[in-house]
T-cell receptor, first 113, second 112 residues
Framework: NAGVTQTPKFQVLKTGQSMTLQCAQD?????MYWYRQDPGMGLRLIYY???????DKGEVPNGYNVSRLNKREFSLRLESAAPSQTSVYFC????????????FGSGTRLTVV | DAKTTQPTSMDCAEGRAANLPCNHS???????VYWYRQIHSQGPQYIIH???NNETNEMASLIITEDRKSSTLILPHATLRDTAVYYC?????????????FGEGTQLTVNP
């Protein structure tokens, strides 16, 4: 199994450009999450989706939108990128009961210049 | 979710046991203790979790005090590949889409 797959792995954007980060999981998990991690800091939750058809804001949602396309896929969109959004973005998934913890993807390294 | 306190950094000699402490004095009765680690530049990796009994799996052991106000993650024979940031998190298990909140964690460095 691939687990959680994120694309792209690296991206450089100019200020004001838009892009969508893609995430897909093949574990039939109900819940999916988007986190960002700035250098030297812990992960902060941007948005999450408890189940297909639902999304909720996390700790730092401003400047982002999400779409839970189906049970497998959860995308994160930056409508107008800003340098403050330079970060590493991690997608994760889990079962509702979370008996085995979250499974994280390998991350997308985004630089906004 | 209850707040946790961990040392900022720790060192361990290769082949020795690494004991990582975590204080969670405000833990509620329905909250579990979870441990994750993040090896440089990679996504966090689940290690182990427990409620009140000690737990062991192929990666580590988790010792939770009787009053549940603190716990210790034990890597029995640390290797260089165990060098990582280790996060202790407390949260309820049975919550739909509940959020995993990461603190600063402990940077464990395993030395040759």
């Amino acid at each position: 199994n691939a687990g959680v797959t994120q694309t792209p792995k690296f991206q450089v954007l100019k200020t004001g450009q838009s892009m969508t980060l893609q995430c897909a999981q093949d574990m039939n998990h109900n819940s999916m999450y988007w986190y960002r991690q700035d250098p030297g800091m812990g992960l902060r939750l941007i948005y999450y989706s408890a189940s297909e058809g639902t999304t909720d804001k996390g700790e730092v949602p401003n400047g982002y939108n999400v779409s839970r396309l189906n049970k497998r896929e959860f995308s994160l969109r930056l409508e107008s990128a800003a340098p403050s959004q330079t970060s590493v973005y991690f997608c994760a998934s889990s079962e509702t009961r979370d008996a085995y913890g979250y499974t994280f993807g390998s991350g997308t390294r985004l630089t906004v210049v | 979710d209850a707040k946790t306190t961990q040392p900022t950094s720790m060192d361990c000699a290769e082949g020795r046991a690494a004991n990582l402490p975590c204080n969670h004095s405000t833990i509620s009765g329905n909250e579990y203790v979870y441990w994750y680690r993040q090896i440089h530049s990679q996504g966090p990796q689940y290690i182990i979790h427990g409620l009140k009994n000690n737990e062991t799996n192929e990666m580590a052991s988790l010792i939770i005090t009787e009053d549940r106000k603190s716990s210790t993650l034990i890597l029995p024979h640390a290797t260089l590949r165990d060098t990582a940031v280790y996060y202790c998190i407390v949260r309820p298990l049975e919550t739909s889409g509940s959020r995993l909140t990461f603190g600063e964690g402990t940077q464990l460095t395993v030395n040759p």
